[in-house]
């Protein structure tokens, strides 16, 4: 499975963005998905996932109400909707997917990773 994100950009503080991240080499629609996001100096951070079907989320507490997680129609693929941006969601976000239907925000659980997106919140 190969992972590729996108949607990343610099945007004001209180502004929008939408990252998407699909999968090639084989279909995970029956895998569990997740955003993590690092800054550098810090450990990669859980911020969303959603199981296979879509039908269960969960988020980071910072982010909760802010962001929403979502997978798209062929279930092959993730968004992540980014709203009221703050400089302390600046980072390189990463999807990530494992070989079970159910999410998990540990990142040893992840069996496959993107190359990432960079997003920047200037103040």
């Known amino acids: 499975v190969q992972l590729q994100a996108s949607g990343g950009g610099l945007v004001q503080a209180g502004g929008s963005l939408r990252l998407y991240c699909f999968a090639t080499g084989r279909t995970v629609k029956n895998y569990a998905m997740a955003w993590f996001r690092q800054v550098p100096g810090n450990e990669r951070e859980f911020v969303a996932a959603?199981?296979?079907?879509?039908?269960?989320?969960h988020y980071l507490d910072s982010v909760n109400g802010r962001f929403t997680i979502s997978r798209g129609n062929a279930k092959n693929s993730i968004f992540l909707q980014m709203n009221n941006l703050k400089p302390e969601d600046t980072a390189h976000y990463y999807c990530a997917a494992r070989d079970w239907a159910t999410m998990t925000p540990s990142i040893t659980d992840y069996d496959y990773w993107g190359q990432g997106t960079q997003v920047t919140v200037s103040s």
């Open positions: 959603i199981t296979d079907t879509g039908s269960r989320t």
